[in-house]
C-alpha cells in the first residue's frame, strides 16, 4: 500500500517537474514600474522589473535588455523609451530570459500596456463641476495634492495614464493627472482643444464683481491668490490671445487694474488686481464656453454682526472619524462643539450655516456642494485630532491657500489662550474643505482625542464652550483685522494679518 502509493507520487512528481520547474527556477517575478496599468505615448518611458535567476540575459518589449543590478543578484530593470510608431493596444508585456545553462523561461506582467499614438489624440470631459486636478501621482489618507477644481464639461487631453489616474496635457510643457472617474473617454476623431480668447467684459452687479473672458471650448484652467500688490492669476491652458480690449464697465468693487499676459504661446494669463488686501473668495466657471470670474467682495459691515458664517461638524453617521480610550466618537465631540459655535455666532448677531444638525452621514463633496449654494462670508470645519502616540496633545489649524491663512493664524491665536498646547498652524493642507476658493476657511483640529489630558477637556461641556468661544473671537478677530487693513495696506503693499 505505502509503497504503491509512494511510486504514484513518484510519477506524477516527474509528470509535473517539466510544467513547474523551469518558470519557478528561472522567474520569480517579472512587473511594470510602477505595478499599474498604464497608457504611455512616444517619449515616455516604460519600466520594468524582473527578479529571476542571476547571470540569465533578460530582454522584454522589442527586445530590450534588462540590467541585473550590480549588488542584487536575480533583479533585472529595464527601461525603453516609447519610439513613434510602436504600438500596444492594452497588452501585457512579455518577457525572456535566457539562463547561463541556456534553459529558457517567459513571463508575462500582470498589469497592460496601451501605447497612445499622437496621431489620435485621446480626449475626455470632466463629468462634475467639483471635478479636480492632482499634481501628480500621490496618495495618501487626504488624496492626491491637488492644483483646483474645474467646472463640468471641461475638455481634456489625456496623454498618459497610470493606474486610476489619466495624464493631462494642459500645455507644452504642463501636465497634471485626473481620477479616471472625475471623466468620461471622448469617441476618437477630436481635436485637441485650443482656443483664441476674445475680448473682455469687466462688470460688477449688486454683490459681485466679474471677469468674462470668451472662447471657443471649455479650456481646462488653474488659479491663485498671491500678494504684493493683492492679486489673483488665472492661467488658461491652450488659449492665445486675441484679446483686443478689456471694456471695465461701472460698478466694480473688488476688482482693481485687470490684464493678461501670455506667459506661453499656450498659456493665458489673466491677472486681476484685488483692490482689499483681504480676499474674501472666487469662484471659476464657464457659461457656455466663456470662462466667467466671479470676484466676491468684502461683506458690506466688517463685523460679526450680519456676517454669513458656515460652521461644519466633521464626519457623522456611519463615519465616526476618530475614537477616543473612553470610546468617544470624533462625530459626536464635533458636533457638541459646532452646536456652541452655532450660540456663540448668534448670540454676537452672524448667521450660521451648519453642514450638518444632526448625525448625518455626509461625504466632503455633499459639504462642498451645500457651501457653494449657501454662499458663506467664511468657514470654520471643526475636527478632533488623533494620533498613534498617547503623548501627542494640543490644538491646530489648517488653511490650504496663503490668501486665507489670516482666518487660520486668528483662530489658532485664539484656540491657544484655552491653554491647550500649540500644534501649529498649518498651510497648503490638502483637505476638501479647505479646498474651495468662494470664501475663506479653516479647519480646526480641537484637540487630540488619543491623549488623556485632552481627551478629558473635549468631553468637557464647560470646556467645549469656551473653544466655541474662542473660535467665535478667532472670527472676530480675522475680521477685525481685515478692516484695519483694508484699502490702506493694499496701497502700502503691506503684508496680511500675521
Ligand atoms: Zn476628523
Redesign the pocket.
Known sequence: MIQFFFSRLLLLLLWMLPLLAPAQQLIESATLVPAADQWLQPGDRLQVRLKGRPGSQVTFYRGQQLTELPGQRGTYQGTYVVQPGDTLRNRPITFQLVAADSTRATAVSKNRIRLLSPNEPQLAQTTSNLSYLNYGLGEDRLGGAKTGYLDSAVVLHLTGRVGNLYRVQLAATQTAWIPQDQVRLLPPGGFVPTSLTGSWDVRGDSLTDYVRVPLTARLPYRSQILSHPTRLEVDIFGATSNTNWITQRDGLQALGDVHYEQVAPDVFRLVLLLKHVQSWGYHIGYKGNTLEVQVRRPPAKLRLRGLVVAVDA??GGTNV??TGSTGTH?KDL?LAIARQLQQELERRGARVVMTRTDDASLEISDRVRQLRRARPHLLVSI????SGSAATQGTSTYYRYVAFRPLSAALYAQMRRTGLRGAGNVGSFNFGLNGPTEYPNALV?TAFVSNPDDEKRLLDPAFQREMATRMAEGIRDFVRGTRAKGLKGWLLGKPALQ
Open positions: 466633521g464626519h472619524g476618530a470624533e464635533t475636527h478632533v485630532n488623533s483640529e
